[in-house]
């Protein structure tokens, strides 16, 4: 047993003498030059090489009782049992002096575990200490010192949580909040990230940022996905968002960013001032990948819905069981027959008499006198699809009509002039031909 731990014994014993009274000879000391100094009071204790540490070693900070002497604050315990003297619940010892401690501890609903032990020293040197808040390592490495689980730092591991800086999110004694976070929600977060404080604003936030803050998507301290997201990036929307992925799943023909689970190339995880958070207006989003398309912008013409960048009243964004990922089948081909529904696309907006109506005064413009020319053209049994004359995004001749139509290897071009009272249209389909509204134009059967 080495000398110190026998000192030790001594003063300890000492205290116990001291403050309580009993007789001295009941303990035992080395020498009487040992005893007579402990004898002296507790202020003695310090001024004894065997405890100066507590004043004079290599502590940066000195506990201000103990700097004081009065070591007889803290060891004081009228039994000595073994821990010298000190109340078996250091709750009791330290929350003597320290209320606000002893108030946040009986006001929290969460309290630390080695708080709940009654052990403040698992944290604090009592007496003195090289660190910050008497804290018997440095802030950085105490935490982890307990908490090693791995999945707290496996992985790309958090800034803060690298620097072991676990006291910005929790409270190492208590907290009203669960985990002991030292704020609910978003603020936690918004401490650093404060670019995204004004996002906040937006029109639409994501519900989930509201309901259970950032952490409901990612991972507080550190993870092996991408922006320590729980799940990786192309399941996590699919974790909440089941209509969704059933809508995709169930479609026959999947917009391929929305299979690959590519959510945030067109969403915002966080808030938009857009609706369904998009990140842009429809259109420009649609044009960042589509590129060919963005040039559409270019023509003379563009159809109603495009020039109003709704790409989407035509199109399902995630998928459908149509081609071109269309809300509504529509022919794709040159002809295709009329029947019931096969137009329903064009029809969301347009008059279906459009195309049946024998003859008409009105509904349409491309008629010869009163003869509907569209229901000559599309109202058959061989008939000739929209797509046959009109380019549905747009165009550079009149009457959204287009340039040209690939036919296998070839390619249909139309020729249409505008008159102003009807048009022609010269194309590989037949010669020129002309219409007239007011005039009809006669030809042999
Ligand atoms: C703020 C309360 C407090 C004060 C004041 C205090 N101590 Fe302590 N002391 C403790 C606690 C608590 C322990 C038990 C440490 C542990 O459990 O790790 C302890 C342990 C000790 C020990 C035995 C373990 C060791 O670290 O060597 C000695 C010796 C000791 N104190 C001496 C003193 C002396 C001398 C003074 C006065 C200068 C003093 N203490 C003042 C709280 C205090
Ligand atoms: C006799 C009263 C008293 C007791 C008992 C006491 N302290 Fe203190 N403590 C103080 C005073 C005074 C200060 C300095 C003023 C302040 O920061 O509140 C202080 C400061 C502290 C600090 C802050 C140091 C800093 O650098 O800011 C910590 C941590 C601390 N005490 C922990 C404890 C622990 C743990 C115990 C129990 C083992 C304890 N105290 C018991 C009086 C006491
Ligand atoms: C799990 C480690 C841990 C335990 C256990 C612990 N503390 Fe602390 N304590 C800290 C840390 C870390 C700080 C630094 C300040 C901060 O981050 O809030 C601190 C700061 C303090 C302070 C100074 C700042 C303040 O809030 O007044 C006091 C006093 C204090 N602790 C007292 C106590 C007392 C009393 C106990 C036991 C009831 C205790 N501590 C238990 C880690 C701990
Ligand atoms: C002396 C060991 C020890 C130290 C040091 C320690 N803890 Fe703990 N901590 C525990 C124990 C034990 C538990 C309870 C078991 C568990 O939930 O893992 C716990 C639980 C927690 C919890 C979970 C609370 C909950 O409700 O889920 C958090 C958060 C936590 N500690 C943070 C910290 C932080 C931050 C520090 C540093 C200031 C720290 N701990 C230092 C031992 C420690
Ligand atoms: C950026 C803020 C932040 C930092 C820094 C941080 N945490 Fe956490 N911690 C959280 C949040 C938020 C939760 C709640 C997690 C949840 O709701 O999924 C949590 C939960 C915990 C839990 C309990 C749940 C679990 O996963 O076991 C422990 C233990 C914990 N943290 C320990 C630590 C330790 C140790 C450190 C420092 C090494 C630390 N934390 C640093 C924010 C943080
Ligand atoms: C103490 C400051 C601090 C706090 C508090 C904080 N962060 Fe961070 N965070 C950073 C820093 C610094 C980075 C820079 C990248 C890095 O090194 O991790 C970062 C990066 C991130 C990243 C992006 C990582 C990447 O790959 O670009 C995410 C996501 C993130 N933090 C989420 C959160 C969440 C969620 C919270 C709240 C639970 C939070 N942060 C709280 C400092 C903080
Ligand atoms: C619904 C899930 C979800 C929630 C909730 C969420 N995030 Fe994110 N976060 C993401 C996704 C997904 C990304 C990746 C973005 C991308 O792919 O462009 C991301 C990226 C980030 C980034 C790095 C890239 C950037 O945009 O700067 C930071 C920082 C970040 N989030 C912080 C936060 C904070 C802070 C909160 C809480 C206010 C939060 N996140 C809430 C899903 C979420
Ligand atoms: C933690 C669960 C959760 C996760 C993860 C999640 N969301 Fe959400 N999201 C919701 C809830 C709840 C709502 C609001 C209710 C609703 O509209 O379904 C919502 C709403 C939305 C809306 C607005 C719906 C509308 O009608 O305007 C969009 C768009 C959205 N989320 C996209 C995403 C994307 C993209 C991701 C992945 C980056 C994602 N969500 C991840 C829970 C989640
Ligand atoms: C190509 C861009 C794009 C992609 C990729 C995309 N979305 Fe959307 N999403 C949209 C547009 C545009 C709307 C609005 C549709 C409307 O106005 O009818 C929308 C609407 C939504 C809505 C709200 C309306 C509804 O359908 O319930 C949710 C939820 C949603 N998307 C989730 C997702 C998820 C989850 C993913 C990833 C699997 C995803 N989106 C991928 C463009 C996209
Ligand atoms: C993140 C990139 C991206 C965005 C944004 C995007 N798309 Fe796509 N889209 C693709 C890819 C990749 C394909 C499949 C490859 C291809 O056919 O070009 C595709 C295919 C399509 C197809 C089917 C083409 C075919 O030949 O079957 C249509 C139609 C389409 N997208 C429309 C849209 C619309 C409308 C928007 C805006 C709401 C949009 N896309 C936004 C990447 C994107
Ligand atoms: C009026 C309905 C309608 C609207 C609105 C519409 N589309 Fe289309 N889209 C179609 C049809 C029908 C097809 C089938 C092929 C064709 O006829 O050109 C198609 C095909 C496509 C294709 C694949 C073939 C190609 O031409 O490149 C892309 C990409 C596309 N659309 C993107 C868009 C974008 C981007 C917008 C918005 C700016 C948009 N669409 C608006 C009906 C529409
Ligand atoms: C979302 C509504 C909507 C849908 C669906 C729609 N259109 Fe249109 N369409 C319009 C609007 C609005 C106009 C008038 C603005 C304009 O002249 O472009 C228009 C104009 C036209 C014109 C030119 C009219 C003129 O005066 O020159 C043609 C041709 C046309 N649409 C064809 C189609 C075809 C073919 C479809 C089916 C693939 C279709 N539309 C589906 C809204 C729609
Ligand atoms: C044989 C070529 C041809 C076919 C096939 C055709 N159109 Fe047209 N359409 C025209 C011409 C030419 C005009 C312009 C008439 C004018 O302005 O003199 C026109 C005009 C229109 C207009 C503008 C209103 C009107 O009738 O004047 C709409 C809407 C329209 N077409 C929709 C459709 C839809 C929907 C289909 C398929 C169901 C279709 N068209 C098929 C040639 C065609």
Redesign the pocket.
């Known amino acids: 047993m080495s000398n110190l731990t026998t000192l030790r014994k001594i003063c300890l014993v000492f205290f116990f003498l001291a403050f309580q009274g009993v007789s001295a000879s009941v303990y035992s000391f080395t020498s009487q030059e040992e005893y007579l100094s402990h004898v002296q009071g507790p202020a003695a204790c310090v001024s004894q090489q065997c405890h100066e540490k507590f004043t004079a070693g290599t502590g940066k900070s000195l506990h201000e009782p103990v700097d004081k002497g009065i070591c007889f604050e803290c060891h004081r315990k009228k039994s000595y049992s073994g821990r010298y003297g000190i109340d078996a619940d250091q709750r009791e010892t330290c929350t003597r002096c320290h209320n606000n401690i002893k108030d946040k501890i009986e006001s929290s609903t969460s309290v630390h575990s080695p708080i709940m032990n009654g052990s403040c020293t698992s944290c604090h040197d009592p007496h003195q200490s090289a660190w910050t808040y008497l804290l018997k390592q440095s802030y950085s490495e105490l ?2 010192s307990c ?1 090693k ?1 791995t ?3 496996s992985g790309v591991i ?1 800034k ?2 690298r620097d ?3 006291g ?3 409270d190492p004694h208590a907290s009203n909040y ?2 002991r ?1 030292v704020d609910a929600g978003v603020n ?2 918004f401490i ?1 990230h404060k670019e995204m404080v004004q996002g906040m604003s937006r029109k639409y936030i994501h519900a989930p940022i509201i309901q ?4 409901a998507c990612h ?3 550190s993870g092996n996905h991408e922006f320590r997201l729980k799940t990786s990036s192309d399941q996590l929307c699919f974790t909440c968002h089941e209509a969704t992925l059933h809508e995709i799943e169930q479609s026959a023909q999947k917009h391929e960013p929305a299979r690959s689970g590519k959510c945030t190339s067109c969403h915002s995880p966080h808030y938009s001032e857009s609706r369904h958070l998009l990140l842009d207006s429809i259109d420009t989003l649609c044009y960042r990948c589509h590129k060919e398309s963005s040039q559409w912008k270019k023509r003379r013409f563009l159809h109603g819905p495009v020039a109003q960048g709704n790409c989407v009243a035509c199109h399902n964004p995630h998928g459908s069981d149509n081609a071109f990922i269309l809300r509504l089948p529509f022919p794709g081909k040159f002809y295709a027959e009329y029947k019931k529904g096969v137009y329903n696309l064009c029809f969301l907006c347009h008059k279906e008499s459009l195309m049946t109506l024998e003859t008409t005064e009105t509904v349409t413009r491309f008629r010869n006198g009163p003869v509907n020319l569209h229901r000559l053209h599309v109202y058959q049994q061989k008939g000739r699809t929209c797509r046959a004359c009109h380019d549905v995004h747009a165009s550079d001749q009149d009457g959204r009509i287009r340039d040209e139509f690939p036919f296998g290897q070839v390619s249909i071009r139309l020729e249409y002039k505008k008159t102003k009272t009807g048009g022609s249209c010269l194309s590989g389909c037949h010669k020129e031909r002309s219409y007239d509204r007011v005039n009809r134009v006669l030809y042999e059967k």
């Open positions: 935490c982890s908490h689980a999945r707290l730092f958090h803060p949580v072991g800086n676990c910005i999110c929790h669960k985990h976070l936690l977060c650093c259970s803050g950032c952490s991972d507080p301290h």
